[in-house]
């Protein structure tokens, strides 16, 4: 059993890969992929695996696999200032990634069963906003977590444009999904071992369409035998920005604006180096994606194609690291222009903090 794509040997090239076999389409997504680094979500212990296209499972903290987010994340389609609901938000990847697209003004929530992810996931987005040079090139969307069982959220809570659900789910459970989705919106699930993406077209009215092969691990129902009652699920209210973050917002984009003009006039501004050049990714071809042991993976199957091409494609890298440099080998280190302008602001220093969100370097 393997990946749907080739291991890369960082976050950019895993990103490349996925680019190539045709998982990630639009620049929208691959930004919000490059953005997050996959590996800032695995314990220490085993990063070296994070960036490969299978899934991790440690305990109750899971990570699906790269080329099943990609297919959720594009099946999203997802823009400035939607809503969005996770169901079964794990460590909070996903999350993330959608909340730079939302941008400020969207809603980012996410249910989660275990209490331990739960911290985990805080933890984990408590380190990007704090550490992470991509918090600057985006405007954010922050997530929300609650605990509970998905299955009992609350039945006055509001619509969402946008909910995905990260376990298998049964057709008796089908029609409470699509109560979560307001009119116009997209629910992307498992459902029947397919990855479903249902677009809700009328109040009565609905598309559907299968877009990949997969076997998740089905939704845990509820357990009401301790009380007998259901524990419902409140979600977090829909909260009206102050005009102090307002303000900050407006100032931090103006700010942006400012450095976007003068990247145009000198070639510079709030975005990443030039990537050295990466080795030619070998496409697999994919059968199915199956799951084992609450894992997700993608099987591979192999053409005579592929072995007669095996030769060529090792004798082509052979030849593309003879010819790396070693500038190439050792890129610049990326420069936050934005952390750079507030800083030579002529303002005092809490309120220069403020605006970068009392973020460390």
Request: glycine share 6%.
């Amino acid at each position: 059993m393997g990946g749907a794509v080739s291991a890369g040997e960082d976050n950019d090239e895993l990103i490349d890969n996925l680019k190539e076999a045709q998982y990630i389409r639009t620049e929208l997504v691959e930004q919000a992929f490059r953005a997050i680094d996959r590996a800032d979500y695995y314990l220490e212990e085993f990063k070296d695996n994070a960036y490969k296209d299978l899934a991790w499972k440690h305990g109750n903290i899971h990570l699906s696999a790269p080329c099943i987010y990609s297919e959720v994340m594009e099946a999203l389609d997802l823009q400035p200032g939607l809503s969005f609901l996770n169901l079964g938000s794990g460590t909070g990847y996903l999350s993330s990634m959608v909340g730079l697209i939302l941008g400020p003004f969207g809603v980012n929530h996410g249910v989660e069963l275990h209490s331990d992810v739960i911290e985990y996931a805080k933890q984990k987005l408590d380190f990007f906003i704090k550490t992470s040079d991509s918090f600057d090139k985006f405007e954010f969307c922050e997530p929300s977590f609650v605990i509970g069982n998905c299955l009992e959220i609350s039945p006055d809570c509001t619509q969402y444009d946008r909910v995905y659900c990260g376990a298998g789910v049964q057709k008796e459970h089908e029609d409470y999904m699509k109560s979560l989705l307001k009119v116009g919106g997209i629910l992307v699930m498992p459902l029947e071992e397919k990855l479903t993406k249902i677009t809700r077209t009328g109040p009565s009215a609905w598309e559907t369409k299968k877009i990949l092969a997969v076997s998740f691990a089905p939704l845990v129902q509820p357990n009401h035998a301790d009380s007998g009652k259901s524990r419902l699920v409140h979600l977090p209210p829909v909260a009206v920005r102050s005009l102090q973050d307002l303000a900050r917002i407006a100032i931090r984009g103006t700010i942006k604006k400012i450095i976007h003009q003068e990247t145009l006039r000198n070639g510079n501004g709030l975005k990443n180096p030039p990537r050295f050049k990466r080795r030619r990714v070998r496409r697999r071809r994919m059968e199915t994606i199956v799951f084992l042991d609450k894992e997700v993976f993608a099987s591979r199957i192999s053409s005579p194609s592929d072995d007669n091409n095996n030769s060529e494609d090792m004798e082509e890298e052979r030849h593309e690291e003879e010819e790396t440099k070693p500038s190439e080998l050792k890129p610049d280190p990326p420069v936050n222009f934005l952390r750079e302008k507030v800083l030579s602001l002529p303002l005092p220093d809490p309120l220069k903090y403020y605006l970068l969100y009392y973020r460390e370097k």
